[in-house]
C-alpha cells in the first residue's frame, strides 16, 4: 500500500495510510490527498473544486470499506446508487458534475501512482460511471429511497431554511413539531424515525444514518 508521511505529536515522521483506523487518521489522509488533487490540478490546468473528492471520500471511508485510494466498480454504485440517493441532497443539474468529479479523482489517483493495485483499471471506472448515470439521475429523484434526515432537510430547504443558519434550524424544528402526527409522517415516512431519538451531533450528517467511528488516539495538534 502507497503512503504519505506526517508529523506525529512528537515531530517525528509517520507513515500516512490511505487505509485510516480512526477519524483522526482519517481527516490527516483526507486532507493530503485533497491537497495533492489540488496540486496535480493545478498542475494541468484543470478547474476543480478545492473539497471536491469531500463527499466521496467521507462515503468511502465512513460507509463502504475505509479505503481512500482502493476503487471498484462495487464501492461507486454503492456509494451513487445507495448512499447518494438516500443522504445527499444535490440539484438535479450537479448530478452530472459530481460524476464528472469523480471521474477526475480517479484519473489523478491513476497518473500519480495512488490508485491501489487491488483497483480496477481507471477507464473501467471511468465507463462504469458513464453506464450509471441515467440510474444516478433516477435514484437521486425517487423519494422513496430518501432518508428520514434527507426527507427532513429537503422540507426545511423547501422553506428557505439553511443548516448552517442554526436560529433558522432551530425555529424550523419547533414549527415542524407542532406540526398534527400525520402532516409529519406523510412528510417522514411512518416509522422511520424511533420514538425519543434525538441528535447527539452538530455536524450535518442526516439523522437516522452511521456516524463516523470516533478516534481512539489523542487529536494530533
Partial sequence: MRTAAHFGEDGAVEPLSWEPEDEDDYEAANADLKRRFVA???????????????????????????????????????????????????????????LAGTKTFITFLAETELLDEESESPEMLSDFLDEI?????EHMADTSRYSFGKRLWTEAASE???????????????????????????????GLMPAGRRATSGRFTPPGTPSRPSGKRRKRK
Avoid: C
Wanted: net charge negative.
Fill in 40 to 98: 496535480w490540478a493545478d498542475d494541468k490546468g484543470l478547474e476543480v473544486e478545492r473539497d471536491g473528492p469531500e463527499g466521496l471520500l467521507h462515503y468511502k471511508w465512513a460507509y463502504v470499506d475505509r479505503h481512500l485510494t482502493r476503487w471498484r466498480r462495487r464501492d461507486l454504485y454503492e456509494i451513487y446508487l445507495e448512499i447518494y440517493p438516500a443522504k445527499v441532497m444535490a440539484e438535479a443539474d450537479e448530478l452530472d458534475e459530481i
Fill in 133 to 137: 448515470a441515467p440510474e444516478f439521475h
Fill in 160 to 190: 428557505g431554511v439553511s443548516p448552517d443558519d442554526p436560529a433558522a434550524v432551530q425555529a424550523f424544528m419547533e414549527r415542524f413539531n407542532s406540526r398534527p402526527r400525520a402532516e409529519r409522517d406523510a412528510i417522514l415516512g411512518p
